[in-house]
């Protein structure tokens, strides 16, 4: 069943989200991805939507074996109005459209009665994520991403994630649109182990900065696309204070490697990890700084999510609150 992403935030002390899904592309399949939309390309392809619809599936079902629900994104972070004109693929609204009904469709082919299921459609920065220069000044992301927002929106999302966000101004710009539409949203970053983005701002400060200029206000805030130990080695202070950051920052979708970003861009080796030895750090960062929305990026696969839902559904703090 999907449901709202604002009527579980309360119910449900941990959420799980999908591990990685375009990386598993390019490392399991032979599929030849558009050089423009990446994934998004796919859902145009029996081979591709058939790919995407296992690993899409793997992850909805282990949520529903643990009843944790999950948040599942479709293949649209990359399909904004300048690369969708690139792959001359149709325009920005019917790809976003599509790639939404090409999710809705995996999940409603998936057993998930006893797990709430959250379609999401995925937003990025216009230029390189690891490359906070490329990022667009406020004014700009506002004008080029509105209509990327607008389509997600009208295709029935149940909430919006502009995720691998590497710099401040990009970031405020894409939160005033998500906050003009009637759609719950959520801003992912990139940090570094000084618990910076890839700007060099804070993230404590870029929390401030988002919440006291847009209105409403993102549902909550996420890092993405980093190991584990990079929060508690850049956040943990700060992480066990009451502030914006503890109040806040409620989610990672982590890597397996403890790279930095810099040292993973461009990369042709994957650097991955174990999955119970990466599930341990993972439900470490719930139980000693609450975050609640827990799910893997780079290097991760079915494997590394099962093991943090085995950890979340047995352990006491991840019962369903209520019942």
Excluded at 38 to 66: E, K, V, W
Excluded at 80 to 92: H, I
Excluded at 188 to 195: E, K, L, T, V
Excluded at 217 to 237: I, K, Q, S
């Amino acid at each position: 069943m999907t449901v709202s992403l604002l009527s579980q935030l309360d119910r449900y002390p941990v959420i799980l989200t999908e591990g990685a899904v375009l990386e598993r592309i390019r490392r399991e399949t032979s599929l030849q991805m558009d050089p423009h939309l990446l994934n998004t390309g796919l859902i145009y392809s029996s081979a591709g939507r058939a790919a995407m619809a296992q690993i899409y599936s793997q992850y909805i079902r282990i949520a529903a074996d643990h009843r944790l629900p999950i948040l599942v994104a479709a293949p649209t972070w990359r399909a904004n109005p300048e690369r969708v004109k690139q792959a001359t693929l149709g325009d920005v609204g019917m790809v976003n459209h599509d790639a939404v009904r090409f999710l809705r469709d995996v999940c409603h082919g998936c057993d998930s009665r006893t797990s709430p299921v959250m379609v999401g459609g995925l937003m990025a920065c216009r230029g390189d994520a690891y490359k906070p220069q490329e990022a667009l000044d406020t004014p700009s992301a506002e004008a080029f991403h509105r209509p990327q927002a607008r389509s997600l929106a009208t295709a029935g999302v149940d909430y919006i994630m502009a995720a691998t966000l590497p710099a401040l101004p990009e970031a405020i710009g894409l939160a005033r649109v998500l906050a003009s539409l009637p759609v719950p949203y959520i801003i992912s970053f990139i940090i570094q182990r000084n618990g910076s983005i890839l700007d060099g701002t804070p993230l404590t400060v870029v929390i401030e900065q988002i919440d006291r200029q847009v209105y409403p206000r993102p549902a909550f805030y996420m890092v993405n696309c980093v190991h584990p130990d990079t929060v508690v080695t850049g956040l943990g202070a700060e992480l066990t204070k009451k502030g914006p950051l503890r109040n806040r920052l409620w989610g990672i979708q982590a890597n397996t490697s403890a790279k930095n970003p810099d040292e993973l861009d461009g990369s042709d080796a994957l650097d991955t990890a174990e999955p119970e030895p990466f599930a341990d750090k993972v439900a470490k960062l719930h139980t000693q700084f609450g975050l609640k929305v827990l799910g893997g990026c780079c290097g991760t696969d079915h494997r590394h999510i099962e093991s943090i839902a085995k950890r979340m559904s047995t352990s006491p703090a991840a019962s369903i609150q209520g019942n």
